[in-house]
């Protein structure tokens, strides 16, 4: 579904990606995992078309969308849940879905039943301020948001960065959730372990290069994924 090519992307003359190429494939959970300043935001946000790349190409359920604008991706079916929650800490709940659907076309009742239905939570608090749910809620609703917008591919990019284990392990069954309703999910993670408990195939990006990738279990039993990065 998402197959991307040889991906070279930076920041003005600062090259960040050097050869990226993963894919996607429908329903489809994968994890892309990797130290800090590893390249796997600029990999997210090139994808999202919110920067350009330098060379190398995106495909999109058959379609080459290298370079197209930000908004059209998302009508294509990626959203992407950037770092950080980005809400709007004032509005309700109910409005802050809404900002999410702002792009989409179609039935946003439906969208907000099945946003519902995946995190119940949120509907009981749909009148409450964004800013005043606990981080955990607060994550839930920023994934939320971007399921607003009907993908076919939900980007999370470190969802679970501090929250408690317990919160963590929420975000990861969420992600499972989101699945079973037919959309794929590639998901940037620190936690590691748990990342790859849930994900079918993974990749590890280090200095802006795909250094290696597997099925969740082969990842979780490599050598250089144990050593580096569950400290085993
Ligand atoms: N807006 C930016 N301008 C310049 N350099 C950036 C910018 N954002 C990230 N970088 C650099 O690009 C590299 C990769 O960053 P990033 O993709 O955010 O890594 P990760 O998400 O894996 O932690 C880092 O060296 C970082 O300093
Ligand atoms: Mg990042």
Redo the contacts with the bound molecule.
């Keep these: 579904m998402l197959s991307v090519d040889d991906l070279e992307a930076?920041?003005?003359d600062?090259q960040?990606l050097w050869g990226i190429s993963l894919r996607v494939e429908e329903r489809e959970i994968v994890a892309l995992l990797?130290?800090?300043?590893?390249?796997?935001?600029?990999?997210l946000r090139t994808i999202s078309g919110l920067l350009k790349p330098m060379s190398g190409r995106i495909t999109f359920d058959g379609a080459d969308i290298t370079g197209r604008p930000a908004h059209e991706i998302v009508r294509l079916g990626i959203s992407m849940v950037p770092e950080g929650r980005r809400l709007f800490p004032k509005m309700t709940v109910y409005e802050n879905l809404r900002m999410g659907a702002y792009l989409a076309e179609g039935d946003v009742k439906d969208r907000l039943e099945m946003v519902y239905s995946l995190f119940p939570i949120l509907k009981e608090r749909r009148d409450q301020l964004a800013g005043t749910l606990s981080g955990g809620e607060q994550q839930m609703l920023a994934i939320a948001r971007g399921l607003m917008s009907s993908p076919k591919l939900l980007m999370l990019?470190e969802q679970s960065l501090g929250l408690a284990p317990k919160i963590v392990q929420e975000v990861l069954s969420a992600v499972e959730r989101i699945r079973e309703e037919g959309v794929a999910v590639l998901l940037?993670e620190q936690n590691v372990q748990q990342a790859l408990s849930v994900a079918d195939r993974g990749y590890v990006?280090e200095t802006?290069r795909i250094v290696l990738e597997g099925s969740g279990e082969e990842l979780l039993q490599n050598d250089h994924v144990r050593t580096a990065y569950l400290g085993l």
């Design positions: 930076g920041y003005g600062v960040v990797g130290s800090n300043g590893a390249g796997k935001t600029t990999t990019d940037v990006i802006g």
